[in-house]
């Protein structure tokens, strides 16, 4: 049970005192009093709780995903609601509410197995306007003009415009009407091409197919999986504005369950995205009258900016709120209004405890309890426990031969001390020169997906190495958290494949972030070699190749091969590095201090307006929710003098030019990062009224900050913010 400090007593014990408890589910059990904390909001009264919709907020493995489908589950089994989730996130390319929905007899539609219809006559006909404008503007919002909208209504009056396909045919060839049919055809042209993208184009069979048609409306659960599709693909908005526009017009009308549940998994790119962001925020306000509870499940309210964050807040009247940073909680304390006591907790909170914030007064710590059952439905941590399993059975190896272990390390060190290794690695960088250094790594510093890495930036394979080292680091963030030495040794690895590609500037700046972490991980340095067969012992085969071993003079004797000595090594390593610790301790502090003032004012985002070549422009980066990308944008919207846009960085580049009379679309680059706390440099290049083809433009290094603010990369100086 949670003890808070005495002078917190006058302050938690009316909240706490204050209600018997609600009525409904079983969730778990209060850790401020130990009562067991019930609640159903479709069965709470009225004045206490005026609307039904509840938002889930924590960090990784805080265990507020785990808490809403349990209970939904119980929701399910217990009351007979039905449930209708948008999952866009999981592991091994299935969305986490999957094994849920099956468990209840309901029904899990894939991206790209299921053809929504938009144009199915069982929407009416201005819902099927604002669906087809919500496709256009996720994929060509300035396709939306008075003239294009009109000639989509007169086309979707045609009994072709059954299908997406059926449209764009009559928008490229329609009919006579009020206005002429070369008149309607000027105006729906740059319409059809953006649907095309549906029917012809890359998100081709998402939307336009020969079973186009609508999901079932009776079943208990309704999951739609989009954890296959790219993230920061238009395909994620486009569906879910579908699926809310289906939602809203057929399965609330349709549905007999005596109250309805509305999943949003990853809510945040639903409120950010223009064509769904209008679309809940209806049915947010409208819930109570549709017998509806909108649930949003995301990480913090850092993702949305004040003024959505805010507006969301007053839409909904239960909260529950898990393991977030200290910057983070004081956010969400002060949009939710949680007392001071509350957000204290929590940073300190463990997995499936959350701060839960009832109507306007009650605030309780509750820690939810789940079955066994329960347990093996709700799990999204399956990769993280095979790392433990690992871990565990290393742990098996070490016990095993720690006799044997025992006398080699003696024999290892010439018959000195056994701790020679340490004495190694205290000496200073300038005295190891030279040395050799033949002991095996600790089987945590290195495993066989960084080698297959190198191994490919070696073979030419550049793009791909950068894939493998992408997934590989996004793995360890995910299982290890970001600071963890797992996660920052693909910085390392990064920077050996940007030396080996021909990009030693990449190379420099990764490890000069580690250096700026202060940890050392940079064993790539030492070129390994790959594993000696495909036999090897399961640890080599799981921790990767060790280093060669130096050659040996010329007539002497090779050495004894060596048995296992790594465990004491790994031991005596830690020490090592702990030792190193202290003498660092003031450097580091300061770092760390300059760190957490990023933390305390990230936003995520940056952004100047500019004038370069008498072209004005805004350059714009956002980090990316898992904060491993930077999406920068060069935009130049209708300046009349552009006619050339291009961004570099990390050796992409991303470029586009004016033709036929039309603007140059807004270029877009992707940059990975490796510390999401530091800054980022582009380059940006524009071409304005006098550029000719082929022609270098005029070029401005931007550097971003993730609190904010841009600045010039040359003299230091900040730009005017767009």
């Given at each position: 049970?949670?003890?808070?400090?005495?002078?917190?007593?006058?302050?938690?014990?009316?909240?706490?005192?204050?209600?018997?408890?609600?009525?409904?589910?079983?969730?778990?059990?209060?850790?401020?009093?130990?009562?067991?904390?019930?609640?159903?909001?479709?069965?709470?009264?009225?004045?206490?709780?005026?609307?039904?919709?509840?938002?889930?907020?924590?960090?990784?493995?805080?265990?507020?995903?785990?808490?809403?489908?349990?209970?939904?589950?119980?929701?399910?089994?217990?009351?007979?609601?039905?449930?209708?989730?948008?999952?866009?996130?999981?592991?091994?390319?299935?969305?986490?509410?999957?094994?849920?929905?099956?468990?209840?007899?309901?029904?899990?539609?894939?991206?790209?197995?299921?053809?929504?219809?938009?144009?199915?006559?069982?929407?009416?006909?201005?819902?099927?306007?604002?669906?087809?404008?919500?496709?256009?503007?996720?994929?060509?919002?300035?396709?939306?003009?008075?003239?294009?909208?009109?000639?989509?209504?007169?086309?979707?009056?045609?009994?072709?415009?059954?299908?997406?396909?059926?449209?764009?045919?009559?928008?490229?060839?329609?009919?006579?009407?009020?206005?002429?049919?070369?008149?309607?055809?000027?105006?729906?042209?740059?319409?059809?091409?953006?649907?095309?993208?549906?029917?012809?184009?890359?998100?081709?069979?998402?939307?336009?197919?020969?079973?186009?048609?609508?999901?079932?409306?009776?079943?208990?659960?309704?999951?739609?999986?989009?954890?296959?599709?790219?993230?920061?693909?238009?395909?994620?908005?486009?569906?879910?504005?579908?699926?809310?526009?289906?939602?809203?017009?057929?399965?609330?009308?349709?549905?007999?369950?005596?109250?309805?549940?509305?999943?949003?998994?990853?809510?945040?790119?639903?409120?950010?995205?223009?064509?769904?962001?209008?679309?809940?925020?209806?049915?947010?306000?409208?819930?109570?009258?549709?017998?509806?509870?909108?649930?949003?499940?995301?990480?913090?309210?850092?993702?949305?900016?004040?003024?959505?964050?805010?507006?969301?807040?007053?839409?909904?009247?239960v909260a529950h709120v898990g393991r977030l940073s200290p910057e983070e909680a004081a956010i969400v304390g002060?949009?939710?209004?949680?007392?001071?006591?509350?957000?204290?907790?929590?940073?300190?909170?463990?997995?499936?405890?959350?701060?839960?914030?009832?109507?306007?007064s009650h605030v309780d710590i509750v820690q939810t309890v789940i079955s066994d059952e329960e347990a093996r439905?709700?799990?999204?941590?399956?990769?993280?426990?095979?790392?433990?399993?690992?871990?565990?059975?290393?742990?098996?190896?070490?016990?095993?031969?720690?006799?044997?272990?025992?006398?080699?390390i003696a024999e290892s060190a010439g018959g000195g001390s056994e701790y020679a290794p340490l004495d190694y690695?205290?000496?200073?960088?300038?005295?190891?020169?030279?040395?050799?250094?033949?002991?095996?790594?600790?089987?945590?510093?290195?495993?066989?997906?960084?080698?297959?890495?190198?191994?490919?930036?070696?073979?030419?394979?550049?793009?791909?190495?950068?894939?493998?080292?992408?997934?590989?680091?996004?793995?360890?963030?995910?299982?290890?958290?970001?600071?963890?030495?797992?996660?920052?040794?693909?910085?390392?690895?990064?920077?050996?494949?940007?030396?080996?590609?021909?990009?030693?500037?990449?190379?420099?700046?990764?490890?000069?972030?580690?250096?700026?972490?202060?940890?050392?991980?940079?064993?790539?340095?030492?070129?390994?070699?790959?594993?000696?067969?495909?036999?090897?012992?399961?640890?080599?085969?799981?921790?990767?190749?060790?280093?060669?071993?130096?050659?040996?003079?010329?007539?002497?004797?090779?050495?004894?091969?060596?048995?296992?000595?790594?465990?004491?090594?790994?031991?005596?390593?830690?020490?090592?590095?702990?030792?190193?610790?202290?003498?660092?301790?003031?450097?580091?502090?300061?770092?760390?201090?300059?760190?957490?003032?990023?933390?305390?004012?990230?936003?995520?985002?940056?952004?100047?307006?500019?004038?370069?070549?008498?072209?004005?422009?805004?350059?714009?980066?956002?980090?990316?929710?898992?904060?491993?990308?930077?999406?920068?944008?060069?935009?130049?919207?209708?300046?009349?003098?552009?006619?050339?846009?291009?961004?570099?960085?990390?050796?992409?580049?991303?470029?586009?030019?004016?033709?036929?009379?039309?603007?140059?679309?807004?270029?877009?680059?992707?940059?990975?990062?490796?510390?999401?706390?530091?800054?980022?440099?582009?380059?940006?290049?524009?071409?304005?009224?006098?550029?000719?083809?082929?022609?270098?433009?005029?070029?401005?290094?931007?550097?971003?900050?993730?609190?904010?603010?841009?600045?010039?990369?040359?003299?230091?100086?900040?730009?005017?913010?767009?």
């Amino acid at each position: 049970m949670i003890r808070l400090p005495s002078n917190h007593a006058s302050i938690t014990a009316p909240l706490v005192a204050s209600a018997a408890g609600f009525p409904g589910i079983p969730i778990g059990r209060s850790l401020l009093d130990g009562r067991p904390f019930t609640l159903s909001p479709a069965l709470t009264d009225t004045a206490l709780l005026p609307s039904t919709n509840s938002l889930a907020l924590g960090g990784l493995g805080s265990g507020k995903s785990t808490t809403g489908k349990v209970r939904a589950r119980r929701e399910v089994l217990h009351h007979g609601h039905q449930y209708v989730v948008i999952d866009s996130f999981g592991e091994e390319n299935a969305g986490e509410w999957g094994a849920l929905a099956l468990s209840l007899d309901g029904q899990v539609i894939h991206a790209g197995e299921f053809t929504l219809n938009p144009c199915s006559e069982l929407f009416p006909p201005q819902v099927r306007e604002q669906l087809i404008r919500s496709l256009v503007a996720a994929v060509e919002p300035a396709a939306l003009t008075p003239q294009s909208t009109y000639a989509l209504q007169h086309g979707l009056a045609h009994p072709k415009a059954s299908s997406l396909t059926g449209l764009v045919d009559v928008l490229v060839s329609p009919e006579d009407g009020r206005w002429s049919a070369a008149k309607l055809e000027e105006w729906g042209v740059d319409m059809a091409i953006a649907l095309s993208r549906y029917t012809d184009g890359s998100l081709r069979g998402l939307f336009d197919g020969q079973d186009a048609g609508l999901p079932p409306t009776d079943l208990p659960m309704l999951s739609f999986d989009f954890s296959r599709l790219d993230r920061n693909s238009p395909a994620i908005p486009s569906l879910m504005a579908a699926v809310s526009c289906w939602a809203e017009h057929v399965w609330l009308p349709d549905s007999t369950a005596v109250h309805r549940h509305l999943v949003l998994e990853e809510a945040w790119q639903l409120l950010l995205a223009p064509a769904t962001a209008e679309l809940i925020q209806r049915l947010l306000k409208n819930s109570r009258k549709l017998g509806l509870s909108l649930d949003a499940l995301m990480h913090t309210f850092s993702d949305l900016g004040e003024g959505k964050a805010r507006d969301l807040a007053k839409l909904v009247e239960v909260a529950h709120v898990g393991r977030l940073s200290p910057e983070e909680a004081a956010i969400v304390g002060a949009i939710l209004g949680l007392p001071d006591w509350a957000v204290a907790e929590i940073p300190g909170l463990a997995p499936g405890q959350a701060v839960w914030k009832v109507g306007p007064s009650h605030v309780d710590i509750v820690q939810t309890v789940i079955s066994d059952e329960e347990a093996r439905l709700t799990d999204t941590s399956s990769r993280r426990r095979r790392a433990q399993q690992i871990v565990a059975e290393d742990a098996e190896d070490l016990e095993d031969l720690e006799e044997e272990s025992a006398g080699d390390i003696a024999e290892s060190a010439g018959g000195g001390s056994e701790y020679a290794p340490l004495d190694y690695l205290l000496k200073p960088a300038a005295a190891r020169e030279g040395d050799e250094w033949d002991w095996e790594m600790p089987p945590t510093m290195i495993d066989a997906r960084h080698y297959d890495v190198v191994q490919a930036a070696r073979e030419g394979r550049c793009n791909e190495a950068a894939e493998l080292a992408v997934i590989g680091e996004r793995e360890d963030i995910r299982s290890y958290g970001i600071n963890s030495d797992q996660a920052l040794s693909w910085l390392s690895t990064r920077a050996a494949v940007a030396d080996i590609c021909g990009s030693p500037g990449t190379a420099t700046q990764l490890r000069a972030t580690v250096t700026r972490m202060g940890k050392e991980v940079e064993w790539w340095d030492k070129q390994p070699e790959a594993p000696a067969s495909a036999t090897a012992p399961r640890a080599a085969e799981r921790h990767g190749p060790p280093f060669p071993s130096a050659p040996e003079p010329d007539g002497a004797q090779p050495a004894r091969t060596r048995r296992r000595t790594w465990p004491y090594v790994a031991l005596i390593a830690v020490l090592a590095v702990t030792t190193l610790g202290v003498w660092q301790k003031a450097e580091g502090d300061a770092k760390a201090e300059e760190r957490q003032q990023t933390a305390a004012h990230y936003k995520g985002q940056s952004g100047a307006s500019l004038t370069v070549d008498s072209v004005d422009a805004d350059v714009i980066a956002r980090w990316t929710r898992d904060k491993t990308r930077v999406i920068v944008e060069l935009r130049s919207y209708f300046d009349p003098d552009a006619q050339y846009l291009r961004i570099d960085s990390s050796g992409k580049s991303a470029v586009s030019t004016r033709g036929n009379d039309h603007y140059p679309r807004s270029p877009e680059l992707e940059v990975p990062v490796s510390d999401p706390l530091a800054d980022v440099t582009v380059q940006i290049e524009i071409g304005g009224k006098a550029w000719t083809a082929g022609a270098k433009g005029t070029v401005r290094k931007i550097r971003f900050s993730p609190t904010g603010v841009a600045y010039d990369a040359d003299t230091g100086e900040a730009l005017p913010r767009n």
